[in-house]
């Protein structure tokens, strides 16, 4: 079945760009009823929404990251990717990628990679 | 963008039933858009638990359901069980923002 895994640094420096990766496996990203997207959740807060794209390369993000987020994809290797710049210690979080659908959910989730930003 | 809002804990006792709140407004579950709920067990990713409002996907238990009157939301755990133990979040669209997803605050659930 589809399976998500992230991949990229677990320590970012304040000030530098987070960078992640989620490859696809089991299933193509080129998919006319799916999203693909990114979310977080902080040490001792809730989940938190980043963003998310079409593999045509249509893209939302959340508001309060705008400016600092960009996803892209690569089709070729089945894989859709997160870049956020300019990093503080409140980015530090599990960033999760994920299958999101046309009916608004999130029905497969990869795992979780932990990101921290710290000097 | 628009928040909806979760107790922060509900408990009960195994065999128990408990309920968890979703509250929103008017430019997400009070304009028609359906409420996702979702289940966070510690280290683990999250599970779509509902979709749809009312809807399990293959293999979710049928002691959860949920269900969905105005501007709010709610899920239902029935016979719960310690493996319940967990953190659980509404999920829903922002009409305000275009493609946009929103989470609930989510709500610890303890089993006494």
């Known amino acids: 079945q589809l399976q998500l895994q992230q991949s990229g640094p677990g320590l970012v420096k304040p000030s530098e760009t987070l960078s992640l990766t989620c490859t696809v496996s089991g299933g193509s990203i080129i998919s006319t009823t799916h999203y693909w997207g990114w979310i977080r959740r902080p040490p001792g807060k809730g989940l938190e929404w980043i963003g998310l794209m079409y593999h045509g390369g249509s893209t939302y993000y959340n508001p309060s990251l705008r400016g600092r987020v960009a996803l892209s994809v690569d089709t070729s290797k089945n894989q859709f990717s997160l870049s956020l710049s300019s990093v503080t210690a409140a980015d530090t979080a599990v960033y999760y990628c994920?299958?999101?659908?046309?009916?608004?959910?999130?029905?497969?989730w990869g795992k979780g990679i932990t990101v921290t930003v710290s000097s | 963008q628009s928040v909806l809002t979760q107790p922060p804990s509900v408990s009960g006792a195994p065999g128990q039933r408990v309920t968890i709140s979703c509250t929103g407004g008017s430019p997400d579950i009070g304009a028609g858009y359906n409420v996702h709920w979702y289940q966070h067990l510690p280290g683990a990713a999250p599970k779509l638990l509902i979709y749809?409002?009312?809807n399990r996907p293959s293999g979710v238990p049928d002691r959860f359901s949920g269900s969905k009157s105005g501007t709010s939301a709610s899920l239902a755990i029935t016979g719960l069980q310690a493996e319940d133990e967990a953190d659980y979040y509404c999920?829903?669209?922002?009409?305000?923002?275009?493609?946009?997803?929103?989470f609930g605050t989510g709500t610890k659930v303890t089993v006494l």
């Open positions: 749809g409002n009312n």
């Open positions: 994920a299958r999101d659908t046309v009916a608004y959910y999130m029905d497969v």
């Open positions: 999920q829903s669209h922002d009409s305000s923002l275009i493609g946009s997803r929103v």
